[in-house]
């Protein structure tokens, strides 16, 4: 770190003094340890890693430095990272460095956390590699827990020593590799890790801590609906239901926390979609893994996100949406709406794209008709619409609300509901009046189809969905 940031950053206490504190309060707050397969580290099994980590680094950026005679790098970091190469780094590394040896026996130990320090992400290594985890949160150094298998855990030793240690490691292996700023100036940033995983970091001064979260990629892929049923997140009942909305062009949309399965579901839905129809997905990172065979991703971009990239253009999720729209697409998919570009895709919807989906955080399908006219309301191509006539086109558009919820580590549909504007069921008042109807406001009403039995712990049928009157 920079002479200059070390004076804007305060110094802290003495990281032993506050791991003491650290591990007190961990049994106190009954949180249990990890499995040795992620708390083991380097320094656990090199008396001298230190000595060894610093080393190895200055030699590998000798190496990166050399040039031939046409000024041109001698080595690349591509061609170091083969495996046969780096085996050689280390083996010349150690003959050099007689220091540096190690017993047979802990050679391959010393290979895999050189590699992970310098061509990969160090610290957290070992923790991403491990698949069963599906977040990881730094509070401050000494305090790291993860979500494993739906379950909160404490990490019994943080693989940082202190507060520096975590800022040099974001500035070195996550924000300086894609040219982005992390400081007092811009002290909160986001990346998307090479695993896909997507990273949030806080330093000062609006944290007293340099801390990060992780949201990790999930790892398991449904090909299909019936593999996804499989997993018990709805009955087989509901599927047959979404399969009849799916191919009937129902537009819905997936409502629900951070980590209840939204993305899952949307790839699992989608895959229902019938073969001879183009899809477009649109995304901030790539995160659908939809199984089709007529498919486009189209993605965000922010100016500077990438490593060598000279883009001077940034292209928010409501530009992405008018571009798509252009492509002639018979479905759209957006990964997730959060904020004015909501009211682009209600227009696309209005415009002849039915049949698509999209997700969005909220905690009931009331809340996220609510959340779907405040981000709308924030377009200003919304122009002189007033409230009542959003709420319309919220109501005309959208037919199926899907809510999902983590249940303890299970991801479950909790609550669906049809979402019934007025005008389109003139003909047929009884429906507004039918028990399970209830009016929202405006045109606007939800039909409940299907219900969450809290004491039997299974979604339940409530209704049939409802053709409106033109069809």
Known sequence: MSERSRIQRNPEAPAQAVSATANASVESDGVTPTGQSIVIEASEVF??????????????????????????????????????????????????NPSLRVPEHQHRELVKYLRSDLLGLGALDLYLADTSIEDIFLDRWDTLDVIRNGEKTRIAQAPFQSDDEVFNWLQAKVFGPINKEFNRSNPSENAVLLDGSRLIAVTQPISPYTAFAIRRHRQEVFNTAEAYMSTGVAPPEFFQDLHSWVLNHRNVIMSGATGSGKTTFINAAASMIPANERILTLEDTPELQIRHPRIKPLYTY??????????????????????????????????????????????????????????????????????????????????????????????????I???????????????????????????????????????????????????????????????????????
């Open 302 to 399: 922010e100016k500077g996100a990438r490593a060598n990239d000279a883009g001077e253009t940034s292209v928010p999720m409501s530009d992405l949406l008018r571009y798509a729209l252009r492509m002639k697409p018979d479905r759209i998919v957006v990964g997730e709406v959060r904020d004015r570009e909501t009211f682009d895709m209600l227009d696309a919807l209005n415009t002849g794209h039915a049949g698509s989906f999209t997700t969005l955080h909220a905690n009931s399908p009331v809340d996220a008709l609510t959340r779907l006219q405040t981000m709308s309301s924030r377009h200003p191509a919304r122009g002189n619409l007033d409230s009542d006539t959003l709420k319309d086109l919220i109501a005309s558009v959208i037919d």
């Open 401 to 471: 609300i899907v809510q999902i919820k983590n249940l303890g580590g299970k991801r479950r549909v909790v609550a669906v509901e049809q979402v019934l504007y007025g005008p389109h069921y003139a003909e047929r008042t009884d429906v507004l009046n039918a028990p399970g109807t209830g009016h929202i406001y405006s045109n606007l009403y939800l039909r409940t189809l299907w219900r969450w039995n809290v004491q039997a712990g299974v979604l339940e049928k409530e209704a049939d969905f409802i053709v409106p009157d033109h069809g």
């Open 47 to 96: 008396s001298n890693w230190k000595h060894i980590q610093l080393t190895a680094r200055q030699a590998f950026s000798e190496l990166l430095q050399q040039r031939d005679e046409a000024g041109k790098p001698v080595y690349s970091r591509e061609q170091l990272a083969a495996e046969d190469a780096f085996h050689n780094f280390v083996i010349t590394l150690q003959s050099e």
